[in-house]
């Protein structure tokens, strides 16, 4: 199995981090695997 970290869009730096390394305080989104996929 491949670990996979979850990745959270921060909307102040506008880019995607890793869960842990989201600032606090930032305002974070999570978004699934899956709901990325169908915007694109």
Same mark, same amino acid.
């Given at each position: 199995?491949? %670990?996979?970290? #979850? =990745?959270?869009?921060? @909307? !102040?730096? !506008?880019?995607? =981090?890793? @869960?842990?390394?989201?600032? %606090?305080? &930032?305002? &974070? =989104?999570?978004?699934?695997?899956? @709901?990325?996929?169908? #915007?694109?």
């Amino acid at each position: 199995m491949v %670990a996979f970290n #979850t =990745l959270m869009y921060v @909307e !102040d730096k !506008d880019k995607y =981090l890793p @869960e842990g390394k989201v600032p %606090a305080g &930032a305002r &974070a =989104l999570n978004i699934s695997g899956t @709901e990325l996929r169908q #915007t694109k």
